[in-house]
């Protein structure tokens, strides 16, 4: 099998790909990483600001947590309107998306997941979730070929790592998203390699080093100014 449910050292779990040789996000703890590295330095700043129309690219959609513990952390949260575009050019499928138990392990209830297998499915969802409204929409695709008249208030850059996708942490890679960001968006990622951070700031990105999850020194958020 190219793709294997792994459970990590929070008891969340994540999918090691054969094809790259790595896991899809930490094996010391899938879900605190992705709440640390993308909701918390990412998404909540942006809600906090009270901004009630919020555009998300992620970049390396993969098992789909990211964004199932997106929309989790709005529940909380007045009302806002969440517009999620997601490239992965190796989607899942919804029946691994349902392999991964994530009902269990993080404690959601079947019928509140029904949407997030729909976009698995379908590659798509759009409607109300609770109190949210969101409009997902998952592109088989990779970051070259990717085009859209939008422009994003933030991106989950969340590529595996540089020693397996050199080609995804390029100044050229990075000029792209840059482009289709709005002034003042973030991109937040796991990865602090300093030759990363010298192709953000190659193209404009303003880089800030923050402290990372369980395991991992530092990540990165870059702003566009």
């Known amino acids: 099998m190219e793709k294997i449910v792994q459970i990590s050292g929070d008891g ?30 990412g998404l ?19 098992s789909g947590l990211n964004l199932l513990l997106t929309i989790e952390a ?32 993080l404690q959601f209830r079947p019928d509140d997941m029904n949407w997030w297998y729909e976009v698995h499915r379908h590659h798509h969802f759009k ?15 990779t970051i070259e070929e990717f085009s859209v008249d939008l422009r994003f208030d933030l991106v989950y850059f969340d590529a595996f790592a540089p ?24 991109l937040c990622t796991y990865c602090a390699k300093g030759d990363v951070k010298r192709a953000m700031r190659s193209v404009g990105f303003q880089v800030e080093a923050h402290p990372g999850p ?7 958020r870059a702003v566009k100014i």
């Open 12 to 41: 969340s779990p994540t999918i090691f790909s054969q094809r790259f040789g790595a896991t899809y996000h930490s094996i010391h703890g899938a879900a605190t990483e992705s709440l640390h590295v993308f909701i918390g330095l």
């Open 44 to 62: 909540i700043p942006i809600l906090d600001s009270g901004q009630k129309d919020i555009r998300i690219l992620e970049i390396g959609f993969g």
């Open 74 to 105: 709005l529940k909380e949260k007045d009302p806002v309107r969440i517009e999620y575009h997601a490239i992965e050019p190796f989607p899942i499928g919804e029946a691994m998306a349902k392999d991964l138990g994530l009902e269990h392990s």
């Open 127 to 141: 409607g109300t979730i609770g109190a949210q409204y969101v409009d997902v929409s998952m592109y088989e695709k």
């Open 163 to 186: 020693s397996t996708q050199p080609e995804m942490w390029t100044p050229e890679v990075f000029e792209k998203v840059h482009q289709l960001m709005n002034p003042g968006g973030s």
């Open 214 to 220: 369980p395991r991992k020194r530092e990540i990165t």
